[in-house]
């Protein structure tokens, strides 16, 4: 039996009446899940990596050279940006126990502000990973998009979709919420896969159009590459800042992309990015809006600070990963071993294994 | 506390918000497997390198000004274990001994279990217990932070040589004089050059009254009330005042002692006499002269009387103290710079007579501000010669680059109270059984009336402790112009 558990009902920006289920029974299952590990010792992650959804989205595409150039528009509006973060602590003999924390961060009369959700600590099991993912999709949505009709994530995946999960929330919330503003989001808008099934994302958008907000997805990465060069590297010798059209970009089914793709340029920094923007937004709100950005945001690596901030402020550094251990130990008695980094014993300081 | 380091004696431990450990501590850090234990002292304390800090603090801060505002919903309530790991803090301690079988080594030469080590605060009854810091003649000098007395032995001060230093107006005085009414009430033998006459006192309580030492306080005034007849005096004794604190030449010494020693044998020995025969004296006009300044001197201090009635007040205070102790407060306050030499000299003189003939057993000397008064040779001479007659000497100064450093080297005991300035710190470090480390760090940071205790007097454990109040008349403040303002 789950207990019941209540958090202080604060994620009230910037307008009352938000539904707080969600974290509450991330609370909830999070609690749940540590209560099964208890007395269970724990090998610690040896080498400590956050996961982020990388998109795989490989297309030949057309980049059109003529750029759209910008001019920073500097009547007040709204910034707000989300992120979320996972980590993995660590394992047990019957799973993992991993973090997730997610983060929204606005810009409004001049000052940045934020609101961090988490971080939430879950252990992840074979037994447990779908009742915790479907407990937590049903408190997100009354009907669940996908993932739960689908196969069980791989347990390595479920963290990704946790965050994912506690993402869309939060940029369900600002949505509903921000009037007439600016929405970053991380990543593209590409949906139908099982981390974001196209209905929630389609709702999504649809919020941010009913309340006249714009929303832009940045991608720190990309592979799209427009004759065998990525987008992102074909930069034209114009000055800062401007946009680049591209054309062409199809997804495969039941992939969808739910925005039209451009390359942003937004200051002198030789960095672009790959910007999405929704499909169904007029092109004169999309142009509105991103001056809108430039008039309102800081952008010193051609990156909206809103964005990044939300990026800095989710993830985890090693002194949170540190007090996390301590509060898995103390609170809930799981036992921190280290069992010897195989990779490590094997091979010395050749012993990483490729990502750090 | 976990112990995270040992690199020689100097041991890293990593201490949690919880764990309160502050300079000064002591720890104990025991290993049961190999049955031993390390005492060591606390003598910094820093934030633990914990990885991630720098990106924690600067995250909240995104564009270099204002911190970033923000609320953060923490259901798991994880914050609290954040704030505690970042908030560790590491112990910087100094290994002072090696504890087996309750015995006290101060060997630090072997490695307890990292992880198997436990670590706990150790009081200061519990060192001090294990020190053997105890003794039948017990001067409790104060109270230390873990609100036990810090009580030394009157014995460990005796036959040593003492150092109490420290800033202005931080106690010093204080100390030397709780010291000193404590050994008076064990019957010793006390001497004081009181430069600025703020010992006078001693006798008389707080608010005036007598108290229990004021029978056994003698003050001395140079020229009122403390006199020397010529006849009383030992040739060697006016020959040190004449060429230590007169400066007069060796040709001219000799021509007095050669005056002197006729005078004497025909029983002529007064000031009367002795500044006639100089006179008339018929030898090299430089030497008369030499020899006649020198004369006027010694007749205007007004020290030296041709009344033997006059001129019995040491002698009358040493043999008073002798039997039932006594301080003997040489006032030097109203007395001209070479006055106060010409007295000194005289003093330290005579103590050395009396404890050579064996009419003093032993002396404990207090000199402030030493340097002010006694010549340069002076220095070795007391910590050397005279230490072996019984001359026992505590130097009370705040500038303590003025006492040489063979006098650091050898002393036993040093009493320390706050210094900020490093050059002063540099100087009392060079003492040793102080190490630098313990000094810098540690009486940086000292409170005021807060002492640093070295040396023979607590078993070379450093204690700080707040010197305790006493009820004695205080002379020693400052004047003020303002008064009600300062105070």
Redo the contacts between chains.
């Keep these: 039996m789950i207990e019941q558990y209540t958090i202080t009902n604060k994620y009230n920006f910037p307008q009352p009446s938000i539904d707080s289920t969600l974290p509450q029974r991330f609370f909830e299952q999070s609690i749940h899940s540590l209560k099964q590990v208890q007395h269970h010792p724990l090998q610690l992650n040896q080498q400590f990596q956050q996961l982020n959804t990388t998109e795989q989205y490989p297309h030949n595409i057309q980049l059109k050279p003529q750029p759209i150039i910008l001019k920073p528009d500097h009547q007040e509006t709204i910034i707000a940006a989300i992120d979320t973060s996972t980590i993995k602590i660590g394992e047990t003999s019957t799973g993992i126990i991993v973090a997730v924390r997610g983060a929204t961060t606005w810009k409004q009369n001049g000052a940045y502000k934020y609101t961090r959700l988490g971080p939430f600590i879950f252990h992840i099991t074979e037994e447990n990973k779908n009742q915790l993912y479907n407990t937590l999709e049903h408190a997100y949505f009354s009907t669940a998009y996908g993932s739960c009709h689908q196969a069980a994530p791989n347990i390595m995946q479920m963290p990704t979709r946790l965050a994912s999960l506690l993402e869309r929330w939060l940029q369900t919330m600002l949505a509903k919420t921000v009037n007439r503003g600016v929405l970053l989001f991380d990543g593209s808008l590409t949906c139908g896969t099982p981390e974001t099934p196209t209905q929630r994302l389609r709702e999504i958008l649809g919020y941010a159009r009913r309340n006249q907000s714009t929303v832009l997805a940045f991608s720190k990465a990309t592979t799209l590459r427009a004759n065998g060069l990525l987008i992102t590297e074909q930069l034209p010798n114009r000055d800062p800042p401007y946009l680049l059209e591209t054309a062409g970009v199809h997804s495969k089914p039941p992939m969808m992309l739910l925005g039209d793709v451009y390359v942003a340029r937004l200051n002198k920094a030789n960095l672009a990015f790959r910007l999405d923007i929704d499909k169904e937004t007029p092109v004169e709100q999309r142009m509105d809006a991103i001056q809108k950005l430039l008039g309102n945001d800081l952008y010193t690596q051609s990156y909206p600070e809103t964005l990044r901030l939300s990026h800095i402020l989710c993830a985890f550094t090693a002194n949170e990963v540190l007090a996390i251990k301590h509060f898995i130990t103390r609170k809930h008695g799981i036992q921190i071993i280290n069992r010897p980094d195989m990779h490590k014993l094997l091979f010395g300081s050749y012993g990483f294994k490729g990502e750090n | 506390m976990k112990l995270y380091k040992k690199e020689g004696n100097i041991l890293q431990i990593i201490s949690f918000p919880t764990e309160s450990a502050e300079k000064g501590d002591y720890l104990l850090v025991e290993d049961a497997d190999a049955a031993k234990a390390l005492i060591a002292q606390v003598i910094d304390v820093q934030f633990a390198a914990?990885?991630?800090?720098l990106?924690?603090l600067l995250?909240t801060l995104?564009?270099g000004g204002?911190p970033?505002?923000?609320?953060?919903?923490?259901?798991?309530e994880?914050a609290p274990?954040?704030t505690?790991?970042?908030d560790a803090s590491l112990l910087i301690c100094k290994i002072r001994a090696t504890l087996e079988n309750e015995m006290l080594s101060p060997s630090s030469s072997w490695l307890p279990s990292r992880s198997q080590s436990t670590i706990k605060k150790l009081s200061i009854p519990m060192l001090m217990k294990l020190a053997k810091v105890d003794g039948k003649l017990p001067i409790i000098l104060g109270g230390t932070k873990d609100s036990s007395l810090l009580t030394i032995d009157a014995s460990s001060i005796d036959g040593t040589l003492n150092i109490i230093t420290g800033k202005k107006g931080c106690g010093k005085s204080h100390l030397s004089k709780l010291l000193m009414v404590n050994l008076v009430g064990y019957k010793a033998t006390v001497v004081i050059f009181d430069l600025n006459g703020e010992y006078s006192s001693l006798g008389l309580t707080n608010d005036g009254k007598r108290n229990m030492y004021y029978d056994k306080i003698h003050t001395l005034i140079p020229s009122q009330n403390f006199k020397v007849a010529l006849e009383q005096l030992p040739l060697n004794t006016v020959m040190g005042i004449l060429v230590n604190a007169l400066h007069l030449p060796g040709t001219s010494a000799r021509e007095f002692r050669r005056l002197w020693k006729m005078l004497k044998e025909q029983g002529k020995l007064n000031m009367q006499n002795l500044g006639e025969a100089i006179r008339d004296l018929n030898c090299n006009q430089h030497v008369r002269d030499a020899l006649a300044s020198r004369f006027h001197s010694f007749a205007n201090s007004g020290f030296f009387t041709d009344c033997p009635g006059e001129a019995t007040l040491l002698d009358e205070s040493l043999f008073k103290a002798k039997d039932a102790g006594g301080a003997i407060i040489v006032n030097l306050k109203n007395t001209s710079n070479i006055d106060r030499q010409i007295v000194v000299e005289y003093v330290l003189g005579k103590l050395v007579d009396s404890l050579s003939n064996w009419k003093l057993k032993a002396v404990f000397l207090f000199a402030e501000e030493a340097h002010l008064y006694l010549r340069e040779t002076y220095w070795d001479d007391i910590v050397t010669r005279m230490r072996h007659y019984g001359i026992f000497t505590t130097f009370i100064t705040n500038q303590p680059d003025t006492i040489q450093d063979t006098i650091y080297r050898q002393a036993d005991n040093i009493f320390l109270f706050n210094f900020t300035n490093e050059h002063d710190l540099d100087v009392v470090s060079r003492a040793a059984r102080v190490d630098a480390e313990t000094v810098r760090s540690i009486a940086r940071d000292l409170p005021p009336h807060h002492c640093l205790t070295l040396g023979k007097v607590v078993r070379d454990f450093p204690i700080v402790a707040r010197v305790r109040a006493l009820d004695i008349k205080t002379m020693g403040e400052t004047r003020l112009f303002f008064p009600t303002l300062n105070s």
């Design positions: 914990v990885p991630g800090v990106e924690e995250r995104p564009d204002e970033l505002q923000g609320e953060d919903i923490d259901p798991m994880i274990h954040i505690y790991i970042q």
